[in-house]
């Protein structure tokens, strides 16, 4: 079945580092890949998206890749900043119409001043 | 666009009692809404996919008859646990996709969730 293996946290960087954040899926045909993030005591939140394979998702300075060859949607962020300490889910929509989502474990990133 | 509430943000009841919390899609129509619930410091677990206009869909696991799901227009979907106790307390979320943006895309929009503790 469709899953997906996100690296384990916590993530604990210093202000202005660069970011990654490895997702790995598996899933039949093409699927829709996304990185959703949740800010403490708040919702979640859809950061980006791709759609097919080469897509760049990208927003507020992260980024990541459709890879087919690799089966991975890897979430980059060059400089990072202490607003960006959330917990980051990887998550995957099959192709069709029963629109779920398969959910990471998420990652938790805390970013020091 | 695409704003999702939930009521009530948190909720503490009794052992024994009903609960019920409600989702709306404010600004956008949805045939389909979905019920996680969320546990410290974990991912997402999918309960139900609630579908406007007729049963639910309870994922493995769930009991059906204890989260009663019923999504009666296409702007809210209410789950309710019934007879609660305190493993039931928990982070409830729901996400709905706008039925203008339906296709393989299936990206969806989060409620803020709903903290019930049971006591």
């Known amino acids: 079945g469709n899953s997906v293996t996100q690296m384990e946290g916590p993530v604990t960087l210093s202000e202005e580092a660069f970011l990654t954040i490895n997702c790995t899926y598996t899933a039949t045909g093409y699927p829709s890949l996304f990185w959703y993030v949740q800010y403490p005591g708040e919702g979640l939140q859809l950061l980006l998206k791709?759609?097919?394979a080469d897509d760049k998702g990208s927003n507020k300075g992260f980024e990541a890749t459709y890879r087919k060859e690799t089966t991975s949607f890897h979430l980059e962020k060059g400089s990072v900043q202490v607003s960006d300490s959330a917990v980051y889910f990887c998550?995957?929509?099959?192709?069709?119409?029963?629109?779920?989502?398969?959910w990471g474990l998420g990652t938790s990133l805390a970013v020091n001043p | 666009g695409a704003v999702v509430s939930q009521h009530p943000s948190w909720v503490i009841c009794k052992s024994g009692t009903s609960v019920k919390i409600e989702c709306r899609s404010l600004?956008?129509?949805?045939?389909?809404m979905f019920w996680y619930r969320q546990f410290p410091k974990q991912s997402l677990m999918l309960m139900a996919t609630?579908?406007?206009?007729?049963?639910?869909?309870?994922e493995q696991g769930v009991e059906k008859d204890k989260f009663l799901i019923n999504h009666a227009s296409l702007t809210l979907s209410t789950l309710t646990v019934t007879s609660a106790h305190p493993e039931d307390s928990s982070f409830y979320i729901c996400?709905?996709?706008?039925?203008?943006?339906?296709?393989?895309?299936?990206?969806?929009?989060f409620g803020p969730g709903t903290r019930l503790t049971v006591t």
């Open positions: 998550a995957l929509s099959s192709a069709g119409n029963n629109r779920k989502l398969i």
């Open positions: 609630s579908n406007e206009g007729s049963k639910a869909t309870y």
């Open positions: 600004d956008f129509q949805a045939t389909t």
């Open positions: 791709a759609t097919k």
């Open positions: 996400s709905a996709t706008p039925d203008r943006i339906a296709g393989d895309s299936n990206e969806q929009y």
